[in-house]
């Protein structure tokens, strides 16, 4: 694994938008996993930045979103579909059908929507540079702890962690939701090439047990120390401690 420590939120960002670009400049027909969060914001609007200045053309990417809450309409405003499109792919010009993400609205069959989504990864050719952000608890995509290195997309509970971490974007913790449909850890493992983001020191127990502890599923992260081409990048505060710990 490649681990680059930025100084700041803003380097990570830039460095993060960097490697895309140069993947999809390089093969323009590229299929991306995408994370939600606040940590890749500062990635989205580079991106955004670099399609209207740099033309970085998104027009053949194909992009399939890691994950979704159960029981939002898309056009909730904490969906992350609303989060998608209001923060990418509304400025992008990706076509529509270019754009995977798994759906949770209120009555939607969970079991028959994760099959279909695992299959369209699969008949899309599998994903070709997965990017993904770290729960303060280690989680990737809603893999919580305990989630198999094997798993596929499915349905999850989410951790208690999770949501309470999730309160600060809805009017109350008890507003978010308790399930999510999330790709797989295993789903995740098949990507070509995994790019990890982290940023801020309330993330750095977790990024040093997934990069430096044991590989263990009660660390959903450190599966990836088994994938043969991941780049961590973190901000200096997210970074595991060195000397002046
Ligand atoms: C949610 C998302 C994850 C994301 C995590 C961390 O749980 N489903 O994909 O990595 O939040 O979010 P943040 O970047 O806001 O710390």
């Known amino acids: 694994m490649r681990v680059l420590v930025t100084p700041d939120y803003r380097t990570l960002s830039c460095q993060a ?3 895309i670009a140069d993947a999809v400049r390089f093969e323009p027909r ?8 606040s940590t890749p914001l500062g990635m989205y609007e580079e991106l955004v930045r670099k399609h209207s ?16 809450y159960i029981g939002l309409a898309p056009n909730h405003p904490r969906s992350y579909h609303t989060y998608m499109h209001l923060h990418f792919f509304d400025h992008v010009h990706i076509p529509m059908k270019h754009i995977h993400i798994p759906d949770g609205a209120p009555g939607i069959d969970t079991d028959l929507e994760s099959i279909r989504y695992e299959q369209a990864i699969q008949q899309a050719g599998g994903i070709d540079l997965l990017v993904v952000g770290i729960g303060s ?6 893999n919580e702890p305990g ?3 094997a798993s596929r997309t499915r349905m999850v ?4 962690e999770t949501r309470a971490n999730a309160g600060r974007y809805f009017v109350s913790e008890d507003e978010v939701p308790r399930r999510a449909i999330t790709v797989g850890i295993g789903t995740i493992l098949e990507s070509r090439r995994i790019l990890l983001l982290a940023s801020g020191s309330g993330k750095s127990d977790a990024v040093a047990r ?3 502890g044991p590989v ?3 660390m959903p992260a450190s599966a990836l120390q088994g994938h043969s081409d991941v780049t961590a990048i973190l901000d200096a505060a997210a970074a595991p401690c060195r000397d002046e710990c």
């Not at 590229?30 to 969060?37: A, F, K």
């Not at 608890?137 to 809603?142: L, W």
């Open 17 to 19: 938008a960097e490697i």
């Open 30 to 37: 590229l299929t991306l996993g995408l994370p939600t969060g």
């Open 53 to 68: 200045g740099e033309n970085l053309d998104f027009s053949r990417v194909k992009t399939f979103n890691l994950d979704e």
């Open 137 to 142: 608890n280690g989680h990737i995509a809603f």
């Open 147 to 149: 989630s198999s290195f």
């Open 157 to 160: 509970d989410l951790a208690r």
């Open 210 to 212: 997934a990069l430096q």
């Open 216 to 218: 263990s599923e009660d």
